[in-house]
């Protein structure tokens, strides 16, 4: 449907590195690359082969979570029933990757390549025509080494992923490989496979699916799930033309080029420019795609002399999910497969990547025997609320452009007045909050500190007389004491007494606080501790450097329930 | 927690106001009274501000509602 992304040249993946990638093609559109199939050893086993870690999908989920472990060191089995990066047919089209996300891709080694094909930007206006209503720009506040956002088309972060998993030599990508069965035990799961050159059945310890909104592995086991369908209708139109580039998102809430409906503008990769259009409720997403029809649209936003191809155009409309549980025993869902929302915040795939960071290091972990399997009950916890909000937050975004009564409408547009005047106002434009970390306060996974829970963002620090960031510290896969101004080595026997993976790192010492951010960020004070742990979270923030506290606090980080 | 008392008298001179609110309405069509409407309600409630109070005031407005036939 309008799709002018296209498949064609074949990828050898694993045999040139980085793979040949998108390339634009003369028409406007792109070329996706397309992976190899490679017949499964288990198409000839006399009985199932079984796996530590098997992931279904190919996703952004997915594939974060492939990359995490196969820097941890953990093998998985990846299967996807495409070939190729990028999604078919009108389906997610992510473009805005978040500052967690970054941070997160800057630990798996794929940052660099992010930054220097997309674009940094931290700044946006939401406009009344030609009048801006409300400007913010993200930076001045920002502490992290990662812009606030990048943008870029979903198939080159994919295409990176891939890249990056190929490298790290961990896990096996197995394209076409289409999951058709499920069943779920005690202590595994058994997946029957369908490929071109006939089905097969493995076992895994462990499945994560991340198998998308329309995920099969939820669907064949009958998993109990929520789901609001919107009524709003949308359509993006991806267009290239030349203009000066402008590293800005606008939003329309009513754009008069657009029947008073709301516009998004915000440019990508390649000098393609995001154009997202609100359409009728009742429009006809085949009308609203023909390519005259698209056309029309966008020569009615640019004027009619500025000359453009378009690139791609995917209506679309959006629902709500949510799964009751994300932990089923040995079987475990993320991205959009777990719980799926409007795209308003670019909540979809950066939560998707969130829901990996937060597994990754757990799993690893828990396959070690370095922690108890009730650790991925935390993961759970943490992600279903982190969903809820991102369902909540999205919901509101998504009245807010589309009223649903002629007293919302008036509501909405007695905002708009205000905020030509007010400021207070203008924090009522909602039109989309941004992605931002999840703030596990007050769950049982953390501590009871008010800073306990939240994401501290990747700052500059200094180790062995060198400039590193807090990323580069937590990398190794363990949770980190930072122990401010109290000795390591009491600690560190202490926890190691107790059997438990934490590291102690003593500031002032091997390590220095450049700007004094991780004592201010974790509310720690000088004597005190700051657990962290893997996936940047604040685990606990102790007011003093007593030992047993800090055991007490790392038993919680990894997931033991009873008392020692 | 007790729900915050919107019933109690607060004005200064509700007459005053009353009549001042009238005044702001006039010659306004019946739509722009609606917009008039929720823009006062948008800045009394940023200056009122407090959430219990706010929720309180939702509540009374909508019990005080004559019941549809």
Partial sequence: MGQTARKGRTIFAGMNHPSPGPEPVADGGYELPEYPFVEP???????????????????????????????????????DEDNTIGVRGASSRGIVYVQRTLEIMRRLGLYERIRAK?????????????EVLYEYDFQPASISEQPPFINLQQFYLEWYLVDRIIELGQAELRWKNRVVGAENHTDHVTLQVETPAGPYTLEADWVIAADGVNSSVRHLLQ?????????????????????????????????????????????????????????????????????DVARERVARMLGPDVAFDLVWVGPYSYRTMLMERFRHGRLMFIGDAAHAKSPFGARGGNSGIQDADNLGWKLALVL????????????????????????????????????????????????????????????????????????????????????????????????????CHLVDVLAEGRPVAFAFGVPRAPLQAALAAAGLPVRVVELDDEMVDTHGLLARETGTPHGGIALIRPDSHLSASLATGDADALVCAARRALGHKELP | MTSPDVSTLRFGDADGFYEALLRCHEGCTAEQSRLLDAQLVLLLANQCADPATLQACLDAARAALPLSD
């Fill in chain 1, 118 to 130: 997309g674009v940094t930007w931290s700044a946006g206006k939401i406009l009344a025509g030609d």
């Fill in chain 1, 41 to 79: 050893p288990d198409l000839h086993a006399a009985a199932p082969r079984r796996y530590p870690v098997v992931i279904v999908g190919a996703g952004l989920a997915g594939l974060t979570l492939a990359a995490d472990l196969s820097q941890r060191g953990v093998h998985c089995v990846v299967l």
């Fill in chain 1, 223 to 291: 998993l109990p799930e929520h789901t609001e369908r919107g009524h709003d209708r949308w359509c993006i139109t991806d267009v290239r033309f030349q203009r000066t580039r402008l590293n800005e998102r606008w939003t329309w809430v009513e754009a008069p080029f657009n029947e008073n409906r709301a516009v998004w503008q915000h440019l990508m990769a390649d000098d393609v420019w995001r154009l997202d259009f609100q359409m009728a409720p009742d429009a006809d997403p085949a009308e609203v795609s023909r390519p």
């Fill in chain 1, 368 to 467: 070690a025997g370095d922690a108890p399997e009730g650790l991925l009950d935390d993961f759970d916890a943490e992600r279903h609320r982190a969903a809820e909000e991102n369902i909540r937050v999205t919901g509101r975004s998504g009245r807010f452009l589309q009223p649903r009564s002629e007293a919302e409408f008036v509501l909405r547009r007695a905002v708009l007045q205000l905020a030509r005047h007010h400021a207070f106002a203008r924090t009522l434009l909602n039109t989309g909050r941004l992605c931002v970390p999840h703030h596990y306060r007050s769950l049982p996974t953390v501590g009871p500190s008010e800073a306990d829970g939240k994401a501290i963002a990747n700052i500059a620090l200094h180790r062995s007389g060198q400039p």
